[in-house]
């Protein structure tokens, strides 16, 4: 019989064979004789990788055999030593070093199908790590094989996982992803949490083969957009990851792309504590808190962080556009005129220092040229966006800019001919198709705008199906397999949804202020209960999302139908919309413009009151209910609602027109022609939609 020893002899013996013979230069240059040298070394290597782990087998049996009363096994954490160790990897190796790529996997399938003991965990993560990194580098999906369960057997051989029940993955994505979370669960178990001097070599060797480990993982759960899941094994790995700038930064950015803002932010900032000097870190912490949380004093507080580089650092410039940014956004905010413009002037200053520190900059050339359009500085925000473009001419916010700029020197022909080319180039963007249809309406005719809502219902029907494919019935019936619909393709497509939401949200005024932010989520989340009972609102946020845009796209067909006095469209443009979201403040406007529009006053105030208590800084709303106020002789009330909307939206040409009306109502003549006249100044430089409708982005 031979003994757990023995067969650890005969294993090393084979090895060292191999090895020998692999360092001896061969006598002759014969391609057969070379052949012969290749096929003996991996020979040797393969008996003695089998027989290492028959031997560490037989040795899991022997000990398990022992009566519990026998004392501690202090031999329980041996391991079969470097040269097995190192022979064991080898087969495959060699194998894929001399072209052979599926005998390769296929003996790193085999070592990966013995049955596992106590001693050979070690050894089955580096064995399950290479092979996913071998699957996820080298096989493609047509040259994928899954594995056989069936095979021959050499002995002596190690003792196999066998069975009609066992799992075979259908692609190289379920192979690499079952190895490494085999590969995950191992690592984890093995490291080492004591952080003390004399663990510390223990420590580290443990936390680079988790690191490994999660680097492979983030690979091949992110070419599926399982973001949730990395970020959840990214959240396994904080145990011992204390201190550890790099996988605190990879959590980081799992919890990103999962839209777990809130929480990522904290995990950014325990990273720029980690490293201070790291500018990246602060800037996407920036990013963090004005494209998603509306955290301005906080996102400019990380720009700030930022600039502790100093102008020298090469990410200087891009540290002060997320400046500007969050100056900007905070104007927005402000009550007072004073502090507005204080901030405005800010941002501007911005802008201009990170062009002065970059002049290629393409972004810092575009926010700098919005940010000239805010201030109504139209010539100048041509030139510098034209200058954007000159250095990334499919940007598509510096085109959609440069549209409205057009419009606002009144030169619709031109910004007709520019928006249609920029939708060749972006045929699916909502956003600039809201602004053709817009433009339409001036240059052609209402009618002609219609046809672009069609195509806007087309689009949105292609994003509604993406979420559909997602919970199709294979989901439900293999919960375990990677969804194939689930790629970054698709993922890449919910996001551009995402981004065109913050677009398409409250294009009457562009509203970025932090109580109308507010107020969204809290009508969506109301919607979402009164309307939960049809089931058209899934639960899930890319449901929501499409549904949300679906939302913006008849709102402003009912407007469209105002425009053209057909009513019983309109209404039913705000049926549809009030079935979606019936809580929704732009839901209560809309129906005010219906109710306004039959001259039904009184249901129109009601409507704009509705509109106003869910969202205070609804501008229209404000605008509107101080014009029913002046139609039911209430002039001062009227005033009052309309010097707060020229306070929040004080570029509304709109907003001073009709308070001069009322002012003129009221007597107040002199008060009125002022008004008058700053309605005519805005109005020479208004476009067809406020310029703060294109986001305010840091790429």
Partial sequence: MTTPRLLHIYAEAYAIKGYCIEKISPSNTSKYKAEKREEQIISCFERAGDLALLYLQEKEKSLSSQTVGAGPIEELQENIGPILETAIQQSPIYYIKHGDLEKGIGRFRELLRAVESRFSQGLRLTLARQLAEVLLRGVCEKTYKPPSIKGDIVNPSPRKYTGDGLFVPDNETEEALLLLLIAEVIATRE???????????????????????????????????????????????????????????????????????????????????????????????????????????????????????????????????????????????????????????????????????????????????????????????????????????????????????????????????????????????????????????????????????????????????????????????????????????????????????????????????????????????????????NGLIQSQPEAQRTWRLLNQIWLYLADLYLSLDKMEEAEACVSETATLFPLSHQVAYIRGRVYEHKQKYQEAKACYENAISINPSHTSSLQHLGMVLHELDNDKLAEKMLRDAVNMEPTSHQCWFYLGLVLESLGHSEGAADCHATALELELTSPVVPFTVIPRLMQ
């Fill in 191 to 533: 490291a080492v949490l004591n952080r003390s001097a004399e663990h510390k070599q223990a420590q580290n060797i443990t936390f680079q083969n988790a690191t490994a480990v999660y680097n492979l993982l983030a690979i091949a759960l992110v070419k599926r957009a399982q973001f949730d899941r990395l970020s959840e094994s990214f959240e396994r790995a904080m145990k011992f990851s204390f201190k550890e700038f790099h996988i605190w930064y990879q959590f980081a950015n799992s919890l990103i792309c999962a839209r777990k803002y809130s929480r990522a932010l904290l995990v950014l900032k325990e990273c720029c504590f980690l490293r201070p000097k790291n500018v990246i870190v602060p800037l996407t912490a920036a990013k963090l808190c004005f494209e998603y949380l509306q955290k301005y004093e906080d996102g400019i507080m990380y720009a700030e962080k930022a600039l502790e580089a100093g102008d020298d650092h090469p990410m200087a410039s891009r540290a002060y556009v997320a400046l500007g940014i969050g100056y900007s956004l905070k104007a927005v905010e402000m009550k007072l005129k004073a502090d507005r413009q204080t901030l405005h002037t800010k941002a501007l200053n911005a802008f201009l220092k990170a062009h002065a520190l970059d002049p290629n900059d393409y972004l810092s050339l575009f926010h700098l040229a919005l940010q000239l359009a805010i201030l109504r500085q139209v010539e100048d925000a041509i030139k510098y966006t034209r200058l954007a473009l000159k250095y990334y001419s499919e940007h598509i916010h510096s085109l959609h800019l440069l549209v409205l700029l057009l419009s606002a020197q009144k030169n619709y022909e031109e910004a007709m001919q520019l928006i249609k080319a920029a939708l060749e180039e972006y045929p699916d963007n909502l956003s600039l198709l809201l602004t053709k249809a817009k433009l339409e309406e001036i240059v052609y005719c209402p009618e002609e705008a219609l046809n672009t809502c069609k195509r806007m219902l087309k689009i949105w029907k292609d994003f509604q199906e993406i979420d559909s494919d997602e919970k199709s019935l294979s989901l439900i019936l293999h919960p375990m397999k990677v969804s194939e619909a689930t790629d970054r393709s698709t993922f890449d497509k919910k996001s551009q949804a995402n981004l065109l939401l913050t677009e398409l949200t409250d294009r009457e005024t562009g509203s970025m202020r932090a109580e109308s932010i507010a107020a969204s989520r809290m009508e969506k989340n109301l919607s979402e209960v009164a309307s939960s009972g």
